[in-house]
């Protein structure tokens, strides 16, 4: 294994990244606390991008498709729901999901306190403005999106 590196050097030298979600600027355009830890601007990622999700009770994240992109998602902490194409689905502690692509998704903090989602989206749409279709009226629209980079 090589030495860690931080920030977009990291696959150009052929070494890991590590990215704290600490150092990455929240999003709420979509709902909750967005934070892309990993991708081709933050680690010069290549074939997906990831990162962490934090809800608040009631919270949600705005449904939305992926056209290009199938979702890993993965419940550290909390109680959700998420809607698959208007299909309800219950996520506990420890549970992963996947998302198809083209699939509707809505995420939904259900429980008392706080949750806590890992995520990935794989492989990369073409142009990060590609990578998200809106379906829903957005709980920040005046927010950018996340800033994920790739090819432009």
Not at 10 to 37: F, L
């Given at each position: 294994?090589?030495?860690?590196?931080?920030?977009?050097?990291?696959?150009k030298t052929?070494?890991?990244?590590?990215v704290k979600?600490?150092?990455v600027?929240?999003?709420?355009?979509?709902?909750g606390d967005?934070?892309?830890?990993?991708?081709?601007?933050?680690?010069?990622?290549?074939?997906?991008f990831?990162?962490?999700l934090?809800?608040?009770?009631g919270?949600f994240v705005?449904?939305?498709y992926?056209?290009?992109?199938?979702?890993?998602l993965?419940?550290?902490?909390g109680?959700?729901?998420m809607s698959?194409?208007?299909?309800?689905?219950r996520?506990?502690p420890?549970?992963?999901?996947?998302v198809?692509?083209?699939?509707?998704?809505?995420?939904?903090?259900?429980?008392?306190?706080e949750?806590?989602?890992?995520?990935h989206?794989?492989p990369?749409?073409p142009r990060?403005?590609?990578?998200?279709?809106?379906?829903?009226r957005?709980?920040?629209?005046?927010?950018?999106?996340?800033?994920?980079?790739?090819?432009?």
């Amino acid at each position: 294994m090589t030495a860690e590196t931080t920030g977009a050097s990291a696959a150009k030298t052929g070494k890991s990244a590590v990215v704290k979600a600490s150092d990455v600027a929240p999003n709420r355009r979509r709902g909750g606390d967005i934070r892309v830890t990993l991708s081709p601007k933050t680690a010069s990622c290549t074939s997906g991008f990831g990162g962490v999700l934090y809800l608040k009770s009631g919270e949600f994240v705005a449904e939305h498709y992926h056209p290009y992109s199938e979702e890993f998602l993965h419940v550290i902490a909390g109680e959700l729901e998420m809607s698959l194409d208007g299909e309800p689905v219950r996520l506990s502690p420890g549970d992963s999901l996947l998302v198809p692509i083209n699939v509707r998704h809505r995420l939904v903090n259900v429980g008392e306190g706080e949750a806590h989602v890992v995520f990935h989206l794989s492989p990369l749409a073409p142009r990060p403005d590609l990578g998200h279709v809106d379906t829903e009226r957005l709980p920040a629209p005046q927010e950018a999106g996340p800033q994920v980079g790739g090819p432009s």
